[in-house]
Structure formats: structure tokens, C-alpha cells
């Protein structure tokens, strides 16, 4: 049995070139048991023909937003109130603008407004229109309305640029639509990576955070269905799909962007290896090997997440922890100290944690723990954040 056994979908077809591939989804979709509906925007017709989706979904597909056809000449109504979710795929900039705006000028964005289900996008455009700060407003404005993004992938494109910007193939759609979105709606900001601390103006201290933890819980954290920003350090990673990324580099940058952001969110994850020390003073010019010894004067930088706690008591937090021994009493003592909700934590004994694919995590909470034995980080992240979408859900139910 799968997971759209019996769910009523309407497939939305924006004009774009990979209006083909959507004949394949409604395929897929019908044989994971779902009944669908097509509704076309004008411009996908110019790029296939209705008639294949009519022979496809056994049912005449839906172009015009005033519907002779419908019981009150209002097929948007009627369509509306029938899906249980609604997926575009492609969905062009054009359509994600408009939506994104509230435009109802045709039937497809006329059915979303219409309608309470939940709404899942795939975008596909060129990718130089994908990164445009337009896009990427509207993409920001969609999500935080709840909006799930599925994608887009990355690769060689039909107008030949490479990037992002292809739809996700059928069949990722298909599986990304089977996973529960257990975190629709919920705001999720993260730290990633390493704290750089200027001695001068060529050299910093630093630590071997490759923000690939906090990388994967952020990609976790978007399949869940949250919109997620991510504040990194500086790290050589791609920034996971459909998640806002701000780049900073010192803890003191950490501390500003997160303070900023920490209000507008449902969670806050701290996955980042924040330095503790800075330099008291950065030398303006490069220091000079005159004497056999250097001297640096350190100060203790604030600690982000205790501040975050401190400033925002309707945030859900979540610490990592990262610990060369007595694993489970120094990440107790943490979650008391810094006042969060989760701690999870790591040893980074003998090169584990750090820079590596794999990790494992000891989850811990006021009256409950959770092991997660090693794994790859990926797969690791999903696990926590099933376990923090629990928490953070029980927790809310508390609040109400
Ligand atoms: O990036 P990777 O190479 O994949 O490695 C992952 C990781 C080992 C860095 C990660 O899993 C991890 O453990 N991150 C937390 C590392 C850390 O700094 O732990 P800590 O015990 O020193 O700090 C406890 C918590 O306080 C952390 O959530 C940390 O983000 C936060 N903190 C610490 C200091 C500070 N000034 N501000 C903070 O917010």
C-alpha cells in the first residue's frame, strides 16, 4: 500500500519544456493508487497537447477558468474543494511569481488560491531565472505561506546553461509526495560550519568543522516540509535545495545574523562549532616574525545559543554537543546550563564527528534519551529530525 493510495490529486502544468515529463508523473501517480486531475495553464498546452493527460488520468483535463462543463460553471471551485493536494510540476517563475502574489488570471492559480489543500511546487526554469533575487523572494514569500518546494535538481539544461534549475525527475517528485511533511509550515534556522576569528588580516583561527551535520539536518529538516534557513560559517558545500543560506564568518557575525533571524522562527537547531575564544585584538597589519614567541590575548565570545534561549522563550531549541568523553553527563549538564529543549550530542573522540560522513548521536531531553547508532549524516539527520518533529510537536501540544 503506499502512501497516496486513494488521494485525490490535481496535477498543475505550467508552460515550461519540461511540461513532457509531467505525462510520466501522473503515470507514477496513478499507479501509486491516486486519482488525478490535470488542469493546464494555456502555455503548458503549447507544449503538449491536453489529450495526453486526458488518456492518461482517464479524465478531460482542466484548462479554462469559467467551466460550461461544471454543476455552477465554476470548475475552480469544484476542484478545489475535490483535491486532497494539489502538485505543479512544472511550476515556471512566472507561475511561482504569481502565486506567490496572489494572482488568480487563470484557472490553475485561481484552483490554489481556492483551496485549503496542501500545495507541493516543483520548480523548473533556466537557471540564471532560479537564482534571480525575484525568484528567490517569491520562493522565500511560498514557503513561509507553507508552501512545499520539491527541488529543482541540478544539471545541464534543454536551453544548454548548467545548473539549478531542472524539474526533479518523476519519480523523486513521486517519493518526495510519499514522505510525511511532518514539519509543513513550521520556520527552521540553523548554524552550520566553523567560527573563522581574525588574528590579522591573512591568518584566523579556526576548527575542523566541515558543516556537513548541520548541512544534512538543514536538507533533512526542507524533506520535512519546513522552510529552513541556514546560517554557515565557511564551508565548501552546496547549499541543500530549497533552503535560504546566509553566509557569516566570525562567531561575533554568528551571533548578529542568528539574533536577527531567531524571532522569526518556529525552531532553532545549533549545529555550528562556534569558537569560544577570539583574539582580543585584530592586528590591522600582517604580524612579523621578529620574536621567537607570539603572544595572542583571547576573550570569550557570547555564547549564540544561550543568548537565542535567553531572547526568544517561544523558540523550540535544539544544542549539539560536542564531547571527547562523559558523552551523556556533559550533554545533560548542557541541556540544563543552556536551557534548551534537545541536546544532541557527539563525541569527537579520536577523529569521529568532525569532518567526516559518518556520526552518531546520544539525544537527550528532560526525561528521555534517544541513541543514534553511527551512520552516514544524511541518513543520521533524518533520524533526528523525526525525533525533534516529535518532540517539538508534543511540546507545542503542551503549550496550547
Ligand atoms: O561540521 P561537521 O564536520 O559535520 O561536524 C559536526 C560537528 C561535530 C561540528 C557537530 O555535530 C557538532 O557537534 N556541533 C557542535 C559543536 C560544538 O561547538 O559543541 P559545544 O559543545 O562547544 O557547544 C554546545 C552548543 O552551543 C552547540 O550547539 C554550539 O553550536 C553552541 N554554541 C557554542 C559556543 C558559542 N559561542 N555559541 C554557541 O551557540
Given at each position: 500500500m503506499t502512501a497516496l493510495l486513494g488521494k485525490r490529486i490535481v496535477l498543475g502544468i505550467s508552460g515550461g519544456i519540461a511540461a513532457y515529463k509531467s505525462a510520466e508523473l501522473t503515470r507514477l501517480l496513478i499507479k501509486a493508487g491516486a486519482q488525478v486531475r490535470v488542469c493546464m495553464t494555456p502555455a503548458a498546452c503549447e507544449f503538449i497537447q491536453p489529450l495526453t493527460f486526458q488518456a492518461l488520468s482517464s479524465h478531460p483535463v482542466h484548462t479554462t477558468l469559467l467551466d460550461t462543463a461544471a454543476e455552477a460553471g465554476m470548475g475552480h471551485i469544484e476542484l478545489a474543494r475535490w483535491a486532497d493536494m494539489i502538485v505543479i510540476a512544472p511550476a515556471t517563475a512566472d507561475l511561482m511569481a504569481r502565486f506567490a502574489h496572489g494572482h488568480a488570471d487563470d484557472l490553475l492559480t485561481t484552483l490554489c488560491l481556492a483551496s485549503a489543500a496542501p500545495l507541493y511546487l516543483a520548480p523548473a526554469m533556466n537557471q540564471q531565472m532560479w537564482k534571480h533575487p525575484a525568484t528567490q523572494a517569491n520562493l522565500q514569500r511560498l514557503q513561509s505561506r507553507g508552501v512545499a518546494i520539491l527541488g529543482p535538481d541540478q544539471g545541464v539544461q534543454a536551453c544548454g546553461d548548467v545548473g539549478m534549475g531542472r524539474m526533479l525527475e518523476p519519480e523523486a517528485i513521486l517519493a518526495a509526495l510519499q514522505q510525511p511533511q511532518l514539519l509543513s509550515g513550521i520556520r527552521i534556522l540553523l548554524t552550520a560550519g566553523p567560527t573563522r576569528e581574525a588574528i590579522d588580516p591573512v591568518r584566523f583561527l579556526t576548527n575542523r568543522s566541515s558543516g556537513k551535520m548541520g548541512y544534512a539536518v538543514a536538507a533533512a529538516a526542507q524533506e520535512f516540509g519546513a522552510s529552513v534557513t541556514l546560517i554557515s560559517g565557511p564551508v565548501a558545500l552546496d547549499t541543500p535545495l530549497g533552503v535560504e543560506r546566509i553566509w557569516v564568518e566570525s562567531a561575533a557575525d554568528m551571533l548578529e545574523a542568528t539574533r536577527y533571524a531567531a524571532g522569526l522562527n518556529d525552531i532553532f537547531i545549533a549545529t555550528a562549532a562556534v569558537a569560544d575564544y577570539t583574539p582580543k585584538q585584530v592586528a590591522t597589519q600582517k604580524i612579523k616574525k621578529n620574536n621567537d614567541q607570539l603572544v595572542l590575548e583571547m576573550t570569550r565570545t557570547t555564547d549564540i545559543l544561550v543568548t537565542v534561549v535567553k531572547e526568544n522563550p517561544k523558540l523550540f531549541t535544539v544544542g549539539f554537543a560536542a564531547e571527547t568523553q562523559n558523552l551523556m553527563e556533559y550533554a545533560r549538564g548542557k541541556l540544563e546550563r543552556k536551557g534548551v529543549h534537545m541536546i544532541a550530542a557527539n563525541s569527537v573522540a579520536e577523529?569521529?564527528?568532525?569532518?567526516?560522513a559518518t556520526n552518531a548521536l546520544e539525544v537527550v531531553w528532560q526525561g528521555g534519551s534517544q541513541s543514534l547508532p553511527e551512520m552516514d549524516k544524511k541518513l543520521l539527520a533524518r533520524a533526528l529530525m523525526a525525533i525533534i518533529s516529535q518532540r517539538y510537536q508534543q511540546w507545542k501540544g503542551m503549550q496550547a
Open positions: 577523529g569521529k564527528g568532525f569532518d567526516r
